[in-house]
């Protein structure tokens, strides 16, 4: 039975090298038979795309040692063949937001290759169909497993204009600067994060003298006036104080789940400290 593989080509500024004569020898997944179908990627680092399909045209073999920049002791490698490419390349982006449960995904990236797992063949059969009709031959047997075209969100990769000048009008709830400078002169005098122990100074030097965020522990966008305490604020660096707010639709972190967060190692520290 056929299956269908993806492989990464080159960066996408290579897309010459499917302008060959009639074959490509490239990394193939372990395993990979004669007749199976290969979906080609290219792109480089925050930008990849499905660029074209082809077909194996020969079982892969091993090759030892391997080529440098497949980062193990040996590697596999197959020739294909009747090669087509896409009119509308599809992002790998788009695949992750499209199949949030195909655990590889990141596998993608670099130049790892794999078998796209059964239980999405057919949906991704189809949607590659819909946006590439050419690609039809090489998918008929495919596109009747099942799986309906996922829902997704269009990536348009053209650049937009900025610098227009737009008014807005909207309602916002006071911050008083003072309460900011009241719980640092009170608690937090070094201005360092309670989390995980930044100071910006530290990393900075004297430019960032003072620099910190302070963390709202009650939120206050009821339209209620109140006069709070030092009790009523964390002292945050931009990291922590973004993560707290980060998951979108759901409640900003407490303190303590962050703290436990740190503790656990679930968290890692990349930043100067």
């Not at 593989?5 to 090298?17: M, Q």
């Not at 082809?54 to 294909?80: C, M, Q």
């Not at 009119?87 to 499209?98: D, F, G, H, K, W």
């Not at 006036?225 to 604020?233: A, S, T």
């Amino acid at each position: 039975m056929k299956k269908l593989a993806i492989i990464y080509v080159k960066g996408e500024g290579n897309k010459e090298i499917f302008k060959m004569p009639k074959y490509l020898d490239w990394t193939a997944p372990q395993g990979a038979q004669k007749g199976d179908i290969v979906l080609y990627y290219l792109g480089g680092p925050g930008y990849q795309k499905l660029y074209g399909i082809g077909k194996f045209i020969e079982d892969a073999y091993r090759e030892r040692p391997a080529p440098w920049w497949t980062k193990s002791k040996f590697a596999y490698f197959a020739r294909s063949s009747d090669i087509v490419l896409f009119e509308r390349p599809v992002s790998l982006y788009q695949i992750r937001e499209a199949y949030p449960k195909w655990k590889r995904w990141e596998k993608l990236y670099g130049v790892r290759v794999h078998y796209v797992p059964k239980e999405y063949v057919g949906s991704l059969a189809k949607w590659l169909v819909k946006e590439n009709p050419e690609a039809k031959k090489h998918l008929i047997g495919f596109i009747n497993k099942g799986g309906k075209i996922p829902k997704f969100t269009e990536v348009n990769d053209e650049w937009r204009y900025e610098g227009s000048v737009v008014t807005k009008s909207h309602k916002t709830f006071e911050r008083k600067r003072a309460n900011r400078d009241l719980v640092l002169r009170k608690s937090n005098p070094y201005a360092t994060c309670i989390a995980c122990g930044f100071n910006f100074r530290d990393a900075y030097g004297g430019d960032a003298e003072g620099f910190i965020e302070v963390h709202h522990l009650k939120p206050f966008g009821t339209g209620t006036l109140r006069k709070p305490n030092e009790k009523d604020f964390a002292v945050l660096c931009s990291n922590c104080h973004s993560i707290v707010h980060w998951r979108q639709g759901k409640k900003p972190l407490t303190i303590r789940q962050l703290n436990d967060r740190w503790k656990k190692g679930e968290y890692k520290k990349f930043h100067v400290s």
